[in-house]
Nanobody
Framework: QVQLVESGGGLVQAGGSLRLSCAASGIMFSINIMAWYRQAVGKQRELVATITSGGTIDYADDVKGRFTISRDGAKNTVYLAMNSLKPEDTAVYYC?????????WGQGTQVTVSS
């Protein structure tokens, strides 16, 4: 059974930092891409950052320079270090993992940034 277990969300003041983790288990195939998405209330889910098995990284424009995605291939774990957080970063953050032919979502973790 595939599981994506996220952790690290919470409440933080503007300018603060959080680090999200997502550990994947039960996946039978090699993971190609690990990513973080977020969804704010009343908005569509949007891509925040991606990292491929080869280490290629991409970020949404509004998090560049503030967020850092990384992965531990041996642990099938992806991280998102978030610095200089803004109230507009408030959302549920979801981990997403894709292999050849399959894709999986985590349950989401709430990040709330107070002004």
């Amino acid at each position: 059974q595939v599981q994506l277990v996220e952790s690290g969300g919470g409440l933080v003041q503007a300018g603060g930092s959080l680090r999200l983790s997502c550990a994947a288990s039960g996946i039978m195939f090699s993971i190609n891409i690990m990513a973080w998405y977020r969804q704010a209330v009343g908005k569509q889910r949007e891509l925040v950052a991606t990292i491929t098995s080869g280490g290629t990284i991409d970020y949404a424009d509004d998090v560049k320079g503030r967020f850092t995605i990384s992965r531990d291939g041996a642990k099938n774990t992806v991280y998102l270090a978030m610095n200089s957080l803004k109230p507009e970063d408030t959302a549920v953050y979801y981990c997403h993992v894709s292999t050849i032919g399959y894709a999986f979502w985590g349950q989401g973790t709430q990040v709330t940034v107070s002004s």
